[in-house]
């Protein structure tokens, strides 16, 4: 059974930092991109970063030069390092990827979220 499962979240100070961590099982070898998305009630999820399998991160404007996507597949594991964080960062944070089945098909999973908030 494939799960993503979220941690790291928590409340932090403007200025501070946190590291997201999301676990992949059984295994994130046949993922292709694996995606960071937030979300703030009220609004639909946005796209923070993206890890393709080939190729550059790619992050949201805002985030740019904060935060740093990064995929380790000895551990199984898709990290967010956000640094300087602001108050707009507050929200659910969701871990997202596209795994490739035997068949060729793309299916997508979703963690369960992890909330971040950003206050003093």
């Known amino acids: 059974q494939v799960q993503l499962v979220e941690s790291g979240g928590g409340l932090v100070q403007p200025g501070g930092s946190l590291r997201l961590s999301c676990r992949v099982s059984?295994?994130?070898?046949?993922?292709?991109?694996m995606h960071w998305y937030r979300q703030v009630p009220g609004n639909q999820r946005e796209l923070v970063a993206s890890?393709?399998?080939?190729?550059?991160?790619q992050y949201k404007d805002s985030v740019q030069g904060r935060f740093t996507i990064s995929r380790d597949f000895a551990k199984n594991t898709v990290d967010l390092q956000m640094n300087n964080l602001k108050p707009e960062d507050t929200g659910i944070y969701y871990c997202?990827?596209?795994?490739?089945?035997?068949?060729?098909?793309?299916?997508?999973?979703w963690g369960q979220g992890t909330q971040v908030t950003v206050s003093s």
């Open positions: 997202n990827g596209d795994r490739m089945t035997p068949s060729g098909s793309s299916e997508n999973y």
């Open positions: 059984p295994s994130i070898f046949n993922f292709n991109a």
């Open positions: 890890a393709p399998r080939y190729g550059s991160n």
